[in-house]
């Protein structure tokens, strides 16, 4: 019998006092949630309201392509062709874990469609899980270095209140983990199912660079302004 999730631990950091948006910020495999704490000192968010960065740490979890080593992980890796075999149990697990970090957000006084959810590799991955299927409007999805899990159910699974939210994805060209071309995929299958993808790719592996801050800036105040 499966156990109710409990709300997960974060770091949480406010641009200024009172903020209205909330962006859900989730890490990759064995990262945790300061993985991503300084990339707010570096976005450019002139212009934009108060912001509450929530940057969650992800359950603990023994990881198959790693030889069943306990880590910091959003679901479990099987193998790797990542598309190929999934862990449906562990991404549904984390959906629920998400959504509950949304219901926080909302039960402090932020909007559902002031809330942006933002990942990198396994986060993108459970960014666009959760996102696309959120029953509310939400504000955004920022998909960095990852990719659209679960693909035969979103069309049956996806949420229409969420079909004209903006989606920003970014990936590196160089990227060994997972490599662009499972995220051009990624982008293709969403942009087929009608949903607006912008798009950005950069001479990076599986990391962040100074451009793609510089992108996601101009995004963050698009989105928000």
């Known amino acids: 019998m499966s156990t109710a999730p409990t709300l997960l631990d974060a770091i949480q950091l406010e641009t200024r006092p009172d903020p209205t948006v909330a962006v859900i910020w989730l890490h990759g495999l064995g990262a945790d949630g300061s993985d991503f704490v300084p990339i707010v000192r570096e976005l450019d968010l002139r212009g934009c ?27 479990d890796i099987l193998g790797s062709q990542i598309d190929r075999k999934e862990d449906e149990s562990g991404l549904r697990a984390s959906q629920r874990a998400v959504e509950l970090l949304i219901e926080r957000e909302k039960s402090r006084g932020i909007a559902s469609n002031r809330i942006i959810l933002a990942g990198f590799s396994q986060g993108c991955a459970m960014t666009l899980q959760t996102g696309l299927r959120h029953p509310e409007k939400l504000g955004g999805l920022l998909c960095l270095s990852g990719y659209l899990p679960l693909f035969a159910t979103i069309a049956a699974e996806s949420h229409p209140v969420n079909q004209e939210t903006p989606i920003f994805m970014a990936h590196g ?42 992108d996601i800036s101009l995004w963050f105040q698009q989105v928000l302004g």
């Not at 060209?173 to 995220?183: E, F, G, K, L």
């Open 173 to 214: 060209r160089m990227d060994p983990v997972i490599p662009i071309d499972r995220a051009e995929k990624s982008r293709d299958a969403l942009r087929s199912l009608g949903y607006t993808v912008e798009w950005h790719d950069y001479a990076m592996p599986h990391s962040v660079c100074a451009e793609e801050v510089e």
């Open 49 to 75: 309201p108060g912001i509450r960065f929530v940057f969650p740490h992800a359950p603990t979890m023994p990881v198959t392509i790693n030889n069943g080593y306990v880590m910091r992980a959003w679901y």
